[in-house]
């Protein structure tokens, strides 16, 4: 869902946003600018952690090779 929001900016910051992104693609634009900066990050480093983790991921791997088997020989 949307929310709809009023800023007030610099006027040049105003044009420049127009030239650069264009009308009607402003909202997005500021949008991406600003998420990263908000957003919680900690599931994403908890993901890059997990991914360092060579025995985790070796034992996921062998887990879903097993699991792939398993659907393999189910549908014979």
């Not at 009308?23 to 990050?41: H, K, T, Y």
Request: proline fraction near 1%; charged fraction near 35%.
């Amino acid at each position: 869902m949307h929310k709809k929001l009023t800023i007030t900016i610099d006027e040049q910051v105003y044009d420049g946003l127009h030239k650069t992104v264009g009308r009607g693609n402003i909202s997005r634009f500021i949008e991406a600018l600003v998420r990263p900066q908000i957003m919680d990050s900690d599931m994403e480093d908890g993901y890059r952690r997990m991914a360092l983790d060579e025995a985790r991921e070796a034992e996921a791997h062998e887990w879903s090779e097993a699991t792939l088997e398993d659907a393999y020989d189910a549908a014979r």
